[in-house]
């Protein structure tokens, strides 16, 4: 079964085109354990950090999707800004807008946990283990933080990729707009990927163009779905958590929301200890900050049993 798009981008980020790194150019050797780092500049206190993050307007929090250490540290960022006495706003992208009823009345306290997954059909739009957001979604719900869906159904992604942007009918295309042409460098970083992962289609110039836009239309949803959220909640810093994919050097997520006149989003990537030190270059991200492999876990961050 060929992998959807959207799995295709996150899945192959992480090996696209390189051999593993010799052991002292992995991520332990630039980025300290719990330690905060600005790219291209140097360590960084972290409490001076979140302070600033509290003047914020949107702050966009990666992830790999399936590691329960960086959601560890979502949580905890998250947890820091709002002991700040910032008033906040949960972006999520594992979710479509068409569940946000399902959110609002999580944090209503009007479901319990089997009933809001089951509302926000969980099993269906995102197919990760719950429990790795959980502690995220009861924090939202304990403290009344309002949750924002911010993606598009997995079927609209598939169609731009079959037939482009303007092969879709408008009325289709779930109220998004037309996206910011990409920069070059992340058409060139996708192509890249869209190469390893059909070599065969590789020198196909028309497949490649809406394998583009399907990426752009992604971005372009959150960062509508981030715009939105800023109108509904004013003064709230918009937390947004997205798949570091869309945040690295502000290609994606961060590039349409600056076309939609948000220019100062703040982007802070986990930096795990197999990342390649070479990577950490001024602008991949705002700040990173150093995910340590809890005993007994393994690469994900899960506990070994």
């Excluded at 309002?146 to 037939?163: I, K, T």
């Excluded at 482009?164 to 990409?182: L, Q």
């Excluded at 509508?224 to 909640?233: L, M, Q, T």
């Amino acid at each position: 079964m060929k992998a959807a798009p959207w799995l295709t981008v996150l899945a192959l980020t992480a090996c696209v085109g390189v051999m593993p790194p010799a052991p002292s150019a992995l991520g332990a050797a630039c980025v300290a354990d719990g330690g905060w780092v600005r790219p291209g500049v140097g360590a960084v206190d972290g409490a001076t950090l979140i302070d600033e993050l509290a003047d914020a307007a949107v702050v966009l929090l990666g992830e790999r999707h399936d590691s329960a250490a960086h959601h560890r540290w979502q949580l905890d960022t998250i947890t820091a800004l709002h002991a700040r006495g910032a008033t906040l706003v949960i972006g999520l992208e594992m979710f479509p807008r068409r569940v946000q009823p399902a959110l609002d009345a999580w944090v209503r306290g009007e479901l319990d946990e089997a009933e809001f997954l089951t509302r926000s059909d969980w099993a269906k739009v995102w197919r990760m283990d719950a429990e790795l957001y959980m502690d995220i979604f009861r924090f939202a719900r304990e403290r009344r933080i309002a949750l924002r869906a911010l993606n598009v159904e997995r079927a609209l992604v598939r169609e731009v990729g079959r037939a482009g942007y303007d092969g879709v009918a408008p009325e289709r295309r779930e109220g998004v707009g037309r996206p910011s042409a990409a920069p070059p460098a992340y058409r060139a970083w996708l192509q890249d990927i869209r190469r390893a992962h059909h070599p065969a289609a590789s020198d196909d110039a028309a497949a490649a163009a809406r394998f583009v836009d399907a990426q752009l239309l992604w971005d372009r949803a959150m960062a509508e779905g981030i715009v939105a959220a800023r109108a509904e909640h004013q003064g709230a810093v918009v937390v947004a958590l997205i798949g570091s994919g869309h945040l690295r050097h502000g290609w994606g997520v961060p590039h349409q929301l600056a076309s939609l006149s948000v220019v100062n989003a703040v982007i802070l990537l986990p930096w795990d200890r197999d990342s390649r030190c070479a990577e950490l270059v001024d602008g991949l991200a705002t700040a990173v900050y150093g995910i340590g492999r809890p005993p007994g876990a393994d690469a994900s961050g899960r506990q070994r049993h």
